[in-house]
């Protein structure tokens, strides 16, 4: 039979009563002997009284007791497994208290059948319909569900170097150079049973640490193990004092866990001394020092606390030289149930583990950011941090992207091990794929590119065959922009995808849709119209070209011809050049938006494109017209030429000392060019 070891241990002070194993008395079947165990917490002791009251006697209702009373030793010693089959097996005998229904599902919890689990919470809902244990039990089963597929940076690995088949927990690191821990294997000092667990007592140990690399423990020599439970260390910065718990007093003879303290005199260390905040009637431990020495975090059942076992801290009093007294951390971190093992961390992130928020089973391992007694809301850290049984004991090294935990979950080695975590690197890709927006068939050959927030540094990729992409090793917390291109196509608008906020490695997608191009199009402008023999830009006109440039910049590689016109009065030759110098005005208000001039070709038609039957010679001559519609003709209008404009970097274009506009082609004049005068 594998027991496990009960982690509350120390873990919740509970190492009350300490009897050797000889002290319950009776014998088989004895059901009072069984409950007097039971009472003083000898739960060894206890569960095998029960199991032979089950096995021996008559009476059905002393045989259901039996059952259930085994299942509660069960719990008690931590053994989750043997605990959910005996209390199924009292509520099968016909087992009536309610009890027996709640601790079944929370056995199955623990074992992480989540989905039987809220079944099971939900049949004892039916007779107690507010308690809210069981709706937290619920909510965590759900989020279990909900997070079992989630990804996630860490990766845990069980320390085999240092757990044995018994309790080994409660790592700390020593200056980065070894790591301590408690464990009741057999090698420790004392040679009794501790009928809690059947195991023996607790004893410190340590490890060398090097490149991540453990050697083998060695019990710690000296003053600070005793005959009974030493555990939960913790060291100052330079290594030269610490904390840790003891139960029971240094003789064996209090019920009480307290926090004792001992300082490095050349390779000794000195004789422990209490805190003198702990009392014989309260339980103090798992002590923790935050980064400058001067706040210890600690656990404590003491009176006014809103649970089991709160978290408090003091504060180190320089003038006095010494501990403040105890102040509770507040109602965000306390619940009702445990609240243990803190672990502060440089930056002030603390760590503990509790088994009243909502978790996965047990004691849930979580983080919150805060000073004093005000903090965060309190966030789980998720499998496989934490799992079905107890994980506690978090530490970690500066960065976070290592540490260790204690956990009695599946796959250790005892009962309690101790267990390595890493951070796997974040690593986030942008991929996806470029199609036609008219047919949807893929487009081979675009070309995407990538610009992030933090160095402007271009990346460009190709699609395949396929029509797809990637881009690979995107940067943590960084904004990126991307674009399609493709020769017969416009260029995709700007999209946006970014890094920042994300905590897993995540691939993103941003999928391109291009639409084909149309030389022969007319980018909608209406509008631009002109005083009659002038070349002014009237104001709702610069409004028109403004809305242009807009346009320009959404689509950053296509070329267009402004096209300018005038209506027939006047000789066509002086039309041309009126014209002409319409186009040169729109273009350049529109290189003084800082579009590139090369982009931009003004060309005078003059009153050869008439847009009604306004014309003074031929077929139409004496055809009388209003000023308004000789208007309609004094225009400007809008063509793409090409698709094939490379933008220049924001370098070029700060080299560019003032626009240039571009020379027109034959017929035409360069931007800002007059006419002569009419005669």
């Known amino acids: 039979m594998k027991l496990q070891r009960f982690t509350y241990l120390l873990l919740s002070f509970v190492a009350f009563a300490i009897l050797t194993a000889g002290s319950c008395g009776g014998g088989k079947g004895n059901m009072k002997a069984a409950n007097e165990a039971f009472d003083k917490k000898e ?29 509660e ?11 959910e089959a005996w209390y199924k097996k009292a509520i099968k005998a016909g087992y009536k208290n309610p009890e027996a229904q709640f601790r079944y599902a929370e056995s199955l919890k623990n074992n992480q059948k989540y989905a039987e689990a809220i079944s099971e919470f939900k049949t004892y809902l039916k007779t107690h319909p507010n308690d809210e244990r069981a709706l937290k039990m619920i909510r965590g089963c759900e989020d279990a569900l909900k997070w079992k597929n989630e990804k996630t940076r860490y990766i845990v690995e069980n320390c085999k170097e240092l757990n044995t088949k018994f309790s080994d927990f409660g790592p700390a690191y020593y200056k980065n150079t070894a790591l301590y821990f408690a464990s009741d294997r057999e090698q420790g000092k004392s040679k009794n049973m501790y009928v809690w667990t059947g195991n023996m007592y607790c004893d410190i140990y ?22 009974f439970n030493d555990a939960t260390i913790c060291f100052d910065k330079k290594g ?38 702990c009392s014989d009637s309260f339980s103090c431990g798992h002590p923790s020092l935050s980064d400058d020495g001067n706040i210890l975090y600690f656990s404590s059942d003491m009176p006014g606390g809103k649970g089991g076992k709160d978290i408090y801290f003091v504060n180190w009093v320089k003038k006095s030289k010494t501990w403040s007294d105890p102040v509770n951390i507040g109602d965000k971190i306390n619940t009702e149930g445990h609240d243990m093992f803190p672990f502060i961390h440089a930056d002030g992130t603390l ?39 107890d994980d506690f004991g978090f530490i970690c090294e500066v960065s976070k992207e290592l540490g260790y935990f204690s956990s009695n979950r599946e796959g250790g080695r005892g009962q309690d091990d101790i267990w390595k975590f890493a951070m796997t690197p974040l690593k986030f890709t942008i991929s996806g794929v470029a199609r036609d927006s008219k047919t949807k068939e893929i487009l081979p050959n675009t070309l995407i590119t990538m610009t992030n927030s933090t160095d402007t540094v271009k990346r460009t990729a190709k699609t395949d065959r396929d029509g797809f992409y990637k881009f690979v090793d995107l940067k943590s917390n960084t904004d990126y922009e991307l674009f399609a291109q493709k020769e017969d196509y416009y260029d995709s608008r700007l999209e946006s995808q970014t890094t920042k906020g994300l905590e897993v490695s995540t691939d993103l997608i941003q999928d391109f849709l291009l639409d084909p191009f149309d030389y022969n199009a007319m980018i909608k402008v209406e509008g631009i119209y002109y005083d009659l023999d002038k070349a002014d830009l009237r104001p709702r006109s610069r409004e028109i070209l403004d809305s242009l440039v807009l346009t320009l910049n959404k689509y950053p590689r ?55 039957d306004c014309a003074c010679e031929g077929q139409w001559e004496f055809r009388k017209c209003t000023e308004e519609e000789h208007q309609m003709n004094r225009r400007t209008t809008v063509r793409i030429i090409s698709n094939k404009f490379i933008p ?21 004049t360069k931007p800002g060019t007059t006419p002569p005068p009419r005669k």
Not at 73 to 83: G, P, Q
Not at 354 to 366: A, E, Q, R
Not at 654 to 668: E, R, Y
Request: overall charge positive; glycine content about 8%.
């Open 206 to 227: 340590s490890a060398n640490l090097k490149k991540n690399k453990l050697s083998a423990p060695a019990i710690l020599e000296g003053l600070i193990n005793t005959k």
């Open 351 to 389: 760590y503990f583990s509790s088994n009243g928020h909502i978790g996965l089973g047990g004691l849930d391992i979580f983080s919150s950011k805060g000073t004093g007694a005000d903090w965060s809301e309190p966030k789980n850290m998720k499998s496989p941090l934490n799992s079905g049984g």
């Open 73 to 83: 030793s069960y719990r008690m010693v931590n053994d989750t497994k043997n605990a």
């Open 240 to 277: 030269t004092t610490m904390y840790y718990t003891q139960c029971n007093g240094i003789n064996g003879d209090k019920n009480s866990c307290k926090i004792y303290t001992s300082s490095l005199k050349g390779k000794e260390w000195s004789e422990p001394v209490v805190l003198p905040f």
């Open 558 to 612: 296509i070329i267009i011809e402004l096209g300018s016109h005038t209506d027939c009065r006047a000789d066509s030759s002086y039309n041309v050049r009126l014209a002409q110098a319409r186009a040169d005005s729109a273009v350049n208000y529109v290189i003084t938006k800082g579009v590139d001039p090369e982009r931009l070709i003004a060309r005078g038609y003059g009153e050869s494109k008439l847009v009604n």
């Open 648 to 668: 220049k970097t924001k370098t070029e274009m700060k080299d560019l000392n003032a626009p240039k506009p571009a020379t027109p082609p034959a017929g035409g």
């Open 43 to 71: 739960y060894f002791v206890a569960l095998e009284s029960y199991k032979s009251v089950y096995s021996t006697t008559k009476d059905k209702d002393e045989k259901k007791e039996a059952c259930f009373k085994t299942a």
